[in-house]
């Protein structure tokens, strides 16, 4: 079955460093979906990246989406402690049901 | 947040007792799901609904029921809870190929 793959599982970082998540899949997506999940709360979607090369950024969010449609990135501009959370990458597969299989998430600590 | 909301939020019970989690929502979505999250594992799916007595299974779906009588109501059935059942449970909605979570349900089996 469809398996994504999601590195790092952590990472801590002082406030205003830079942060990066990857999410790899051995095959093409049909999309790509990230979400956040605050420490005790429930994951919130973020964004939806559909095509190929895709780059959207949200305030200090970049998201991008591999020319191949294989892997993703999220990367975090000047992390603030606000960013702490666990951060998840999905996609869509089984058609018109809307499943979505998650990648096992990249849990972010930041340090003031 | 899409209005969803989970009951109960918290639940301890013991190994071999039946346990129902629910999840309604007030959003009219069609489909509705149950996930759950264990630390290394991410999110995984239970089973899904796609309209009113319309589900499926997921990945996990191994000593778990559902029910669905009405669009708003999506039931999760432990019929002889196991500790390995022992968890945080997610359901999510969408209409879309985005999905909406609610709060989320911590149940121990002891």
């Known amino acids: 079955g469809q398996q994504v793959m999601q590195i790092p599982q952590y990472q801590h970082v002082q406030e205003g460093e830079d942060f990066t998540t990857y999410c790899n899949s051995s095959?093409?997506?049909?999309?790509i979906q990230w979400y956040k999940q605050r420490p005790g709360g429930h994951p919130v979607f973020l964004i939806q990246?559909?095509?190929?090369?895709e780059v959207k950024k949200q305030k200090r969010l970049t998201f991008q989406f591999g020319e191949a449609k294989k892997n993703s990135s999220l990367h975090i501009t000047a992390t603030q402690t606000t960013d702490v959370g666990t951060y998840f990458c999905?996609?869509?597969?089984?058609?018109?049901?809307?499943?979505?299989?998650f990648g096992t998430g990249t849990l972010l600590a930041v340090q003031p | 947040d899409a209005g969803i909301t989970q009951s109960p939020r918290h639940k301890v019970t013991e190994t071999g007792t039946p346990v129902t989690l629910r999840c309604h929502q007030t959003?009219?979505?069609?489909?509705m799901y149950w996930y759950r999250q264990d630390p290394g594992h991410g999110l995984r799916l239970i089973h899904y609904?796609?309209?009113?007595?319309?589900?499926d299974k997921g990945e996990v779906s191994d000593g778990y029921s559902v029910s669905r009588s009405k669009t708003e109501d999506f039931l999760l059935t432990l019929e002889s809870a196991t500790s390995s059942q022992t968890s945080v449970y997610f359901c999510?909605?969408?209409?879309?190929?985005?999905?909406?979570f609610g709060p989320g349900t911590r149940l121990t089996v002891l």
């Open positions: 999510a909605t969408t209409n879309t190929d985005t999905q909406y």
């Open positions: 959003e009219n979505h069609r489909y």
């Open positions: 999905a996609t869509n597969y089984g058609g018109a049901t809307n499943k979505l299989i």
């Open positions: 095959t093409t997506l049909s999309n």
């Open positions: 609904s796609y309209g009113v007595k319309d589900t």
């Open positions: 990246l559909v095509k190929s090369g």
